[in-house]
C-alpha cells in the first residue's frame, strides 16, 4: 500500500484537519466486511480484509483524479447463510440496516462530503445495500452507490475454476493470496478430491439462480465442501489475485467518474451553517 494513499485514511485525521482536507467533491469510501467462515483454509475477516484492501488501493488508484477518503471498516455484516459454523457472527437485518444508515448519516452530518462509496466484500450485504442506497439517496439528498469488488472482476480475468465461484473457492484465495498470503492456510485444506463436480447444479439452482431466492446454507454438502462453494482453492495463485485487483479497480475508474459528475455541491452559506460551532 503507497504512502499516498494510507494517508487518505479518514479515521487518521484530526478534526481541524477533517474541515480543511475534505471538500464537497471528496468522496467518502465505507468498507463493508463480514466475520464468517471462509473454509478451512481463510481467515473469518476475509472479506473485510478484501474490502478494507481494496478501498485503500482504489484511494491510491484514482490519485490526482478524484479525492477518496477511506473510513473504519466495518467488520460486521449479515451472515445467516453461514451461521451454523463456528466462528461466524451475523447480525440481525434491521440493525444492520441501521447500522449503515446511520453511519452514512453521520459522515454527511460531520463532513462536507456528499458522495459515500460503499466498498463491499461480501454477498449476503447486497440485498440490504441496494435497498439503503435508495433510502439514503431519497432521504439526504447523497450520492450513493455500493460497489462489489469481487464481482466487479467476475469475467475480466480467467479463474481457473471447476465451479461457478460464490464463496472460498479459487477468486477470494486468489484475492487473499495477493493482498494477505500470510493468513491464507492452503495447507489445511483436505487432500481427497476437492471439490464435488456435482455441486455445479446444486450452486446454479440455490445461490446463482436469478429468478428465485432460496436461503441456502454453507453447511449443506449437496452445495459446498468443508464451507468452500466454487473451486479448488489451491488453483489459485498470488498473480491471479493481482489480476483480479487490477482489474476491479480499472472497472470502478467509471463509477467514480459518475459520482463525482452527479454530485450537486450546497451552497457555500449552508454549509457555514452546518459546520459552525455551536455556542
Known amino acids: 500500500m503507497t504512502t499516498d494513499s494510507t494517508r487518505r485514511a479518514f479515521a487518521a485525521l484530526t478534526a481541524p484537519r477533517v474541515t480543511a482536507e475534505l471538500g464537497e467533491r471528496s468522496v467518502l469510501c465505507l468498507p463493508l466486511g463480514s466475520v464468517e467462515q471462509h473454509g478451512p483454509h481463510l481467515p473469518l475477516d476475509t472479506d473485510t480484509v478484501i474490502a478494507e484492501h481494496f478501498a485503500h488501493c482504489l484511494a491510491g488508484h484514482v490519485l490526482g483524479m478524484h479525492d477518496l477518503w477511506v473510513g473504519p471498516a466495518v467488520p460486521y455484516g449479515l451472515s445467516p447463510e453461514h451461521a451454523r459454523t463456528p466462528g461466524t457472527l451475523t447480525l440481525d437485518l434491521h440493525l444492520y440496516a441501521t447500522l449503515i444508515t446511520t453511519l452514512v448519516t453521520e459522515y454527511i452530518r460531520s463532513t462536507c462530503v456528499q458522495s459515500v462509496l460503499l466498498i463491499n466484500g461480501h454477498g449476503g450485504n447486497r440485498g440490504v445495500l441496494e435497498a439503503a442506497v435508495h433510502q439514503l439517496r431519497h432521504s439526504h439528498g447523497v450520492t450513493i452507490c455500493a460497489l462489489h469488488p469481487a464481482a466487479l472482476a467476475v469475467g475480466r480475468v480467467p479463474v481457473n475454476s471447476e465451479l461457478p ?32 463436480p456435482g455441486q455445479r447444479r446444486t450452486i446454479g439452482r440455490l445461490a446463482l ?8 446454507t454453507s453447511d449443506d454438502p449437496a452445495l459446498s465442501t468443508g464451507g468452500v462453494i466454487g473451486g479448488d482453492p ?37 454549509l457555514r451553517r452546518q459546520h459552525a460551532p455551536h455556542i
Request: hydrophobic content about 40%.
Open 165 to 196: 465461484e460464490v464463496h472460498a473457492g479459487v477468486l477470494e484465495t486468489a484475492l487473499m493470496l495477493a493482498l494477505d498470503p500470510d493468513r491464507v492456510r492452503l495447507d489445511l485444506l483436505p487432500n481427497e478430491s476437492f471439490p464435488d
Open 209 to 216: 439462480d436469478r429468478g428465485v431466492t432460496w436461503p441456502w
Open 234 to 270: 489451491r488453483k489459485a495463485t498470488p498473480e491471479v489475485g493481482r489480476q483480479l485487483l487490477s482489474a476491479a479497480l480499472d472497472a470502478s475508474t467509471h463509477v467514480l467518474d459518475r459520482i463525482v459528475t452527479a454530485t450537486s455541491p450546497r451552497t457555500s452559506e449552508t
